[in-house]
């Protein structure tokens, strides 16, 4: 399984993004996808998933009401809409796939950079 993002940049504090996810060497929809994040000196934290099959999503506290997961089951593709940008959303952004019965995230993609300035 492989798993591509894309859709990161330089944007302006208050401006909007769209990240994609593209996973590839799955035929079921049986799983999770989720984004995290890593800032300049700090950890990698949580920031949205969705589960594929049913479309559940959960978000860290921090991005609630500001950005929104989704998916495109047919493309095997998940999207993450950031809205309201602030400079604290500045990182690498890691998109990842878990199976749906699992808590660890075993896939990971190469992460693309989103920098907000202000």
């Known amino acids: 399984v492989q798993l591509q993002a894309s859709g990161g940049g330089l944007v302006q504090a208050g401006g909007s993004l769209r990240l994609s996810c593209a996973v590839f060497?799955?035929?079921?929809?049986?799983?999770?996808m989720g984004w995290f994040r890593q800032a300049p000196g700090k950890e990698r934290e949580f920031v949205a998933a969705?589960?594929?099959?049913?479309?559940?999503?959960v978000y860290a506290d921090s991005v609630k009401g500001r950005f929104t997961i989704s998916r495109a089951n047919a493309e095997h593709t998940g999207y993450l809409q950031m809205n309201s940008l602030e400079p604290e959303d500045t990182a690498v952004y890691y998109c990842?796939?878990?199976?749906?019965?699992?808590?660890?995230?075993?896939?990971w993609g190469q992460g693309t950079l989103v920098t907000v300035s202000s």
């Open positions: 969705i589960f594929m099959s049913g479309g559940k999503t």
């Open positions: 990842s796939a878990r199976r749906a019965l699992s808590t660890k995230y075993d896939y």
């Open positions: 060497g799955r035929s079921s929809n049986n799983y999770v």
